[in-house]
Nanobody
């Protein structure tokens, strides 16, 4: 059984920064690709970023502003979010990749409960 817990969300003004954390238990994360997704009110959950043993990938909307990283010793994954925009407001989820394309929700088999990020003007 894998348990993921996200933290670090909150209320921030546009242009500000937040760092999200995802702590895992029950599985060694370094063996897997890890993704961040988000779900804004009234919208479907969407891919944000992924990190695997080779590198990282991001949705165009966050490229140059967000950075995904991991600390294998602590079994954690992070999402540094800079220059936040109103449209970044969403619940952010981390997930463990199982198989298939990184951008698809169905390719992930374990999810955290999510952390709310609210960007205000």
């Amino acid at each position: 059984q894998v348990h993921l817990v996200e933290s670090g969300g909150g209320l921030v003004q546009a242009g500000g920064s937040l760092r999200l954390s995802c702590a895992a238990s029950g599985r060694i994360l370094r063996m897997y690709a890890m993704g961040w997704f988000r779900q804004a009110p009234g919208k479907e959950r969407e891919f944000v970023a992924v990190i695997d043993r080779i590198g990282t990938d991001y949705v165009d909307a966050v490229k140059g502003r967000f950075t995904i990283s991991r600390d294998n010793d602590k079994n954690m994954v992070f999402l540094q979010m800079n220059s936040l925009k109103l449209e970044d407001t969403a619940v952010y989820y981390c997930a463990v990749h199982k198989s298939g394309g990184y951008w698809s929700e169905g390719s992930y088999d374990y999810w955290g409960q999510g952390t709310q990020v609210t960007v205000s003007s």
